[in-house]
């Protein structure tokens, strides 16, 4: 084991059967140890020891763990890297995937680690800590006066509820066409006309007006259009059809005016309105519009929430809209009828959201759409519960190396198919290969002696790896 000790410490960092005690020891190897860093189930004595590691990059990845003892908090929130406090900050929302797609908030920071935080000299720092979620409200209640405009607009955006009192205050006090347009973002109610007018006037006065264009869309879709707002501004947000999309999303719409823009020459107009909440169904279901199949986008927001009857579930799942279909399926409370009907849809974008998001998607779905799509969600789907073996060895005999690194450690493989693919002409195949968990013990144990440290490193981070072989690499390495 001696000659690719290297590779097999790297692959034993990254072993999700590595107990508590080895993965201590590894946070003083002589590797690299940001996969380290990373680990949901890093112990804090390891923590410890990597938060003062001389690499700032182990402990940017650090500081992004979504459970840090509040120890290693305090460190991180004074480390001499911005980056790194930044990353402290922000409190990133995080995926685990076990077959499904799943968003994680990490949990609060310590009192303390906020406080620092909000004191940070750094502004971007401070800018971070006003998008966390878990911040506490008298913190983010004092950050609305924070010095950097843009954070304390940043502060009560991401406030929840709002801070629908102070919004005005904010508006005036910020010049950032961001900033606020994340402010209209939270807005509870309609912006008034002066307001809007005011803000018309920094933009047309702006050195670079088309920097504003976000900022003008949120106008348009925030706008109290019951009051008069003239035919100047009439004529402004109708001639573009961007602008048009949103007034058309605005909910102070007269009805008259929406069902005149379902009518809209422009695409985008008309899937505005579509997605309108509270639209007449029979309206909705009468509209045309077409939507991109391969895009990821044209979710409606409200969908995800909303309280959906059995009956409900199935209206949208038959819809004529894929936007509606789309969204319904990254839900996770569906009937198995819907999930059905879902997996069955023409269109790629829905078929695929469900074999991303749902945990009983059919088995033959995710074959089908793991056999031609190459997105990041593949290997989900190779993990997921219901993926069939048999179309796990027709991946792995695949001319496409994408295709045989993707399969090369489901559990339903045969031997043999492994030992092909533990032989493959490409690395990385060769690496998935070794961490199969239905390799043989006795065989995995000649793989950590292999010549190629890739095989090395992938037979070390294999989970079903005794934990006493772990102990002694590590005894090897005289950690």
């Not at 938060?51 to 459970?67: C, F, G, N, T, Y």
């Not at 409900?312 to 009937?335: E, G, V």
């Not at 998935?432 to 070390?460: F, K, Q, Y």
Request: proline letters at 6%; a negative charge; aromatic letters at 4%.
């Amino acid at each position: 084991m001696q000659r690719n000790l290297g590779a097999l410490l790297r692959g034993l960092a990254g072993n999700p059967s590595a107990p508590p005690e080895a993965l201590v020891r590894l946070a003083t190897a002589d590797i690299d140890r940001t996969e380290l860093a990373r680990r949901r189930d890093l112990p804090v004595q390891a923590a410890v020891i990597l938060a003062d590691d001389e690499d700032a990059r182990v402990r940017s990845e650090l500081a992004a763990h979504p459970s840090l003892p509040a120890e290693v908090q305090i460190v991180l929130a004074r480390d001499v890297d911005a980056r790194v406090r930044g990353r402290l900050a922000e409190g990133a929302a995080y995926f685990t995937s076990v077959g499904l797609h799943a968003h994680h908030l990490p949990g609060p920071l310590s009192h303390e680690a906020y406080e620092l935080l909000a004191r940070d000299p750094h502004p971007r720092v401070r800018r971070a800590l006003a998008f966390n979620r878990r911040l506490p409200d008298g913190i983010r209640a004092r950050m609305l006066d924070d010095d950097d405009a843009r954070t304390a607009a940043i502060a009560a955006a991401e406030w929840n509820p709002a801070p629908t009192a102070r919004i005005g205050e904010l508006l005036s006090r910020t010049t950032g066409a961001f900033s606020r347009e994340l402010l209209l973002h939270r807005l509870d109610g309609p912006l008034p006309i002066e307001a809007v007018r005011g803000m018309l006037a920094d933009i047309d006065s702006s050195a670079d007006p088309a920097n504003s264009a976000g900022l003008l869309r949120q106008i348009a879709a925030t706008v109290d259009l019951d009051a008069d707002l003239g035919a100047d501004l009439t004529g402004r947000f109708l001639t573009d059809p961007q602008l048009r999309a949103a007034v058309a999303a605005n909910p102070t719409l007269d009805p008259g005016h929406v069902a005149a823009l379902a009518h809209d020459p422009d695409n985008q107009v008309r899937a505005a309105v579509v997605a309108r909440r509270g639209l007449d169904p029979v309206l909705r279901e009468s509209v045309s519009v077409e939507y991109d199949d391969r895009s990821s986008g044209n979710t409606v927001a409200w969908l995800l929430t909303e309280d959906l009857s059995e009956p409900d579930q199935l209206a949208f799942a038959r819809s004529r809209h894929q936007a509606f279909r789309k969204t319904l399926a990254m839900r996770t409370d569906l009937s198995d009828e819907a999930v059905e009907i879902l997996a069955a849809d023409e269109s790629f974008a829905v078929r695929l959201f469900v074999c991303e998001r749902q945990p009983n998607a059919p088995g033959r779905l995710l074959a089908h759409i793991a056999a031609d799509w190459k997105g990041y969600s593949r290997w989900d789907m190779l993990a997921h519960k219901n993926f069939p073996a048999d179309a796990a060895t027709a991946l792995a005999r695949s001319d496409d190396p994408r295709d045989r690194v993707v399969a090369a450690a489901h559990p339903g493989l045969a031997i043999d198919a492994i030992e092909a693919l533990l032989a493959d002409g490409t690395d990385y195949v060769r690496r998935r290969a070794a961490t199969n968990p239905s390799i043989p013990t006795d065989r995995l144990i000649t793989l950590l002696e292999a010549d190629e440290s890739a095989v090395v490193s992938g037979a070390a981070a294999n989970r079903t790896l005794p934990v006493v072989t772990m102990h002694q690499v590590l005894d090897q390495a005289r950690l």
